[in-house]
């Protein structure tokens, strides 16, 4: 099993930049393939950005990608989301998820095995 806390999030304004972090337990966070959620108010959880377990393939949603960065340190049980150019509309609560699997370009919150209480990202016009 692993555990998932984020941090990291807060108050930004646009065009600024946030870089959030998820820190695992466990032993086994190289056996996980992770990624990052979001959740704006009055939304479903739609998918942000994903990194295979060594961190050599990554995968972006359309809407952040070029601007957000996904980057994880085995050794600290970390993944990190870095966010730049952020928009008034990436505002949302950004969960961090793991799984086992590698879903390539179809990435689902009902895909993913673990999750974080999530990190509120605000960004301000």
């Known amino acids: 099993q692993v555990q998932l806390v984020e941090s990291g999030g807060g108050l930004v304004q646009a065009g600024g930049s946030l870089r959030l972090s998820c820190a695992a337990s466990g032993r086994t966070f190289s056996s996980y393939a992770m990624g990052w959620f979001r959740q704006a108010p009055g939304k479903e959880r739609e998918f942000a950005a994903a990194?295979?377990?060594?961190?050599?393939?990554?995968y972006y949603a359309d809407s952040v990608k070029g601007r957000f960065t996904i980057s994880r340190d085995n050794a600290k049980n970390t993944v990190y989301l870095q966010m730049n150019s952020l928009k008034p509309e990436d505002t949302a609560v950004y969960y961090c998820?793991?799984?086992?699997?590698?879903?390539?370009?179809?990435?689902?919150?009902?895909?993913?095995?673990?999750w974080g209480k999530g990190t509120l990202v605000t960004v301000s016009s």
């Open positions: 998820a793991a799984t086992r699997l590698w879903y390539g370009s179809n990435w689902y919150a009902d895909g993913m095995h673990y």
């Open positions: 990194i295979s377990w060594s961190g050599g393939n990554t």
